[in-house]
């Protein structure tokens, strides 16, 4: 049985949606209940459970990677830097229209109804720290050309997938799910507010770049070159990021010292996230384009996906082997989304 629901002309928001609504696709680790806090959208307002892990009697605590490399976040050698055109609402800011589908516990499919841009979250660890929790997701856009963290069009919501590049006296925040958000500069030496993002943004004596949320006061410490150092909630409880020379993520300290590995191929993409137990949190495949092709959770479920000539996702089967499919127009815009239910396949169409 297939139902069949219409959307309104491109261009007609259907209605606004939080981009905290990113936060429904927690992954699920043994004994970690957790809201995102790493690299979270800049709309946040979950709360968090009480429970607490439970950590093991052996824990990595021992750091890999260090600082930044000495070269401007984003430039030609930034190969795991994603590129965005701020001029196309691309990613999720709160000013977007969207609809939204669950695909799974752990993911979450959005469609900008203005546009046709798809953007797809898996979450892929999450451990609850103090105060400020670690969370890592692996994101789709299909309006990114280049190769984030995990291949053509899937950067990483952290790390060096996230970070400002500098045009004249302004600063554009390249955000984890690919937008982009202009802070213009001012004749005193400040920022005006970006478009979309709730964060103020200010520039150190020592040269790095204080971005501080408005509501929770997270703050996002860049370096001045534009790579993301640290994030921290109000009470400086933190979690720290270190780089390869190459400007990979190498490893990341949670905010009670606990270390995430990270593995990557020769073409720089990841191929395994390593919890701080040893566990393996998530593994992925890519195949000849380039284009990651399937993930693999702790639990060993695997996620597989497929894409068209012109690069776009088309195809998600779950574990369960149900199938989320994406119909595009000439224009790589999003025109159909099918998703798999009980009473059988519901079909959304964008005219």
């Not at 302004?170 to 964060?199: F, I, K, W």
């Not at 905010?255 to 566990?279: C, E, F, H, M, N």
């Not at 495949?285 to 690069?311: C, F, P, V, W």
Request: aromatic share 8%.
């Amino acid at each position: 049985m297939v139902r069949m629901r219409y959307r309104p002309a491109w261009g007609l928001a259907l209605r606004g949606m939080s981009t905290a609504a990113i936060a429904a696709i927690i992954a699920t680790v043994p004994g970690v209940a957790v809201q995102p806090a790493v690299a979270a959208e800049p709309e946040g307002g979950l709360s968090v459970p009480s429970s607490a892990w439970a950590p093991p009697a052996e824990l990595n605590r021992t750091p890999a990677g260090g600082a930044p490399p000495g070269r401007p976040w984003g430039g030609e050698a930034g190969v795991a830097s994603v590129p965005c055109d701020e001029n196309v609402a691309t990613g999720i800011l709160r000013q977007y229209p969207f609809e939204r589908f669950p695909v799974s516990d752990r993911s979450e499919l959005l469609v900008n109804t203005h546009n046709g841009n798809v953007v797809i979250t898996a979450r892929d660890l999450s451990i609850r720290g103090t105060g400020q929790n670690l969370s890592l997701s692996h994101v789709y856009n299909s309006k990114l050309p280049g190769a984030g963290a995990f291949g053509t069009g899937w950067s990483l919501n952290t790390g060096p997938d996230l970070g400002l590049t500098f045009d004249g006296g302004d600063v554009v925040l390249h955000g984890e799910s690919g937008y982009c958000a202009r802070y213009s500069a001012t004749d005193g030496g400040g920022y005006t507010p970006a478009p979309g993002v709730p964060a103020e943004l200010e520039r150190l004596d020592n040269g790095n770049y204080e971005l501080t949320f408005n509501d929770d006061k997270d703050v996002w410490m860049f370096d001045a070159q534009g790579w993301l150092l640290s994030q921290a909630d109000r009470n400086d409880n933190v979690n720290t990021v270190r780089y390869t020379s190459a400007g990979l993520l190498a490893s990341i300290t949670d905010s009670q010292g606990r270390v995430t590995t990270v593995a990557y191929d020769d073409a720089g993409r990841i191929t395994k996230l390593t919890d701080p137990t040893g566990t393996t949190a998530g593994s992925y495949r890519y195949n000849q384009a380039g284009q990651l092709a399937e993930y693999t959770d702790r639990d060993g479920k695997t996620t597989y996906l497929q894409y068209d000539a012109a690069g776009n996702l088309t195809l998600l089967e779950d574990p369960a082997h149900k199938r989320t499919r994406l119909l595009y127009d000439g224009s790589d815009r999003v025109v159909e989304v099918r998703i798999p239910g009980r009473s059988g396949t519901s079909n959304t169409r964008f005219d």
